[in-house]
T-cell receptor, first 111, second 113 residues
Framework: LAKTTQPISMDSYEGQEVNITCSHNNIATNDYITWYQQFPSQGPRFIIQGYKTKVTNEVASLFIPADRKSSTLSLPRVSLSDTAVYYCLVVNTGTASKLTFGTGTRLQVTL | KAGVTQTPRYLIKTRGQQVTLSCSPISGHRSVSWYQQTPGQGLQFLFEYFSETQRNKGNFPGRFSGRQFSNSRSEMNVSTLELGDSALYLC????????????FGEGSRLTVL
């Protein structure tokens, strides 16, 4: 069962790049890494998913080193609306019983 | 395209009662999963249903149960409510099961007094 660890909180100024790292030391071969964003009183929203190396979409990039024991979500040029909790999720393709959400990182963006 | 709809949004119950929560997935999605979110434990997986069958289950007691109907709508039930069951219950639907992108509803906030 892959346990994940993230920083509890991070602060950033608007316009900066933010990197949030998730540790998942005992990730299994068929585990994927997924990141979600959650605003207060809303359900989480999918950001990005990857297995190895680098994945990029229109809102973020996900960096996964060769050993896959950690991953980094990169948010370019954050704005105030990016203030939210970000969750790292290790998804096992074998069984959802191994779904593991991280503790979540509360990102606060200010002017 | 309508999103995931959860009802009711808020409810208050007393210890010992039972509660049923409903989730209507995005049209065409056959996988529905449920999660409990509390300040202390974070987001925890309850169970997943796919085509009316429970496919996976998290580590919750038997008081927590669910089902899925032929139209993919799902319900979860919690019996003999305890104070610790107070939480935000989130439902998510997916076209690919738990490994794909999950689309979450806004949740049902349960308060147990």
């Amino acid at each position: 069962l892959a346990k994940t660890t993230q920083p509890i909180s991070m602060d950033s100024y608007e316009g900066q790049e933010v990197n949030i790292t998730c540790s998942h030391n005992n990730i299994a071969t068929n585990d994927y890494i997924t990141w979600y964003q959650q605003f207060p009183s809303q359900g989480p929203r999918f950001i990005i998913q990857g297995y190895k190396t680098k994945v990029t979409n229109e809102v973020a990039s996900l960096f996964i080193p060769a050993d896959r024991k950690s991953s980094t979500l990169s948010l370019p040029r954050v704005s105030l609306s990016d203030t939210a909790v970000y969750y790292c999720l290790v998804v096992n393709t074998g069984t959802a019983s191994k779904l593991t959400f991280g503790t979540g990182t509360r990102l606060q963006v200010t002017l | 395209k309508a999103g995931v709809t959860q009802t009711p949004r808020y409810l208050i119950k007393t210890r010992g009662q039972q509660v049923t929560l409903s989730c209507s997935p995005i049209s065409g999605h056959r996988s529905v999963s449920w999660y409990q979110q509390t300040p202390g434990q974070g987001l925890q997986f309850l169970f997943e249903y796919f085509s009316e069958t429970q496919r996976n289950k998290g580590n919750f007691p038997g008081r927590f149960s669910g089902r899925q109907f032929s139209n993919s709508r799902s319900e979860m039930n919690v019996s003999t409510l305890e104070l610790g069951d107070s939480a935000l219950y989130l439902c998510a639907s997916s076209s690919q099961g738990h490994t794909g992108e999950l689309f979450f509803g806004e949740g049902s906030r349960l308060t147990v007094l």
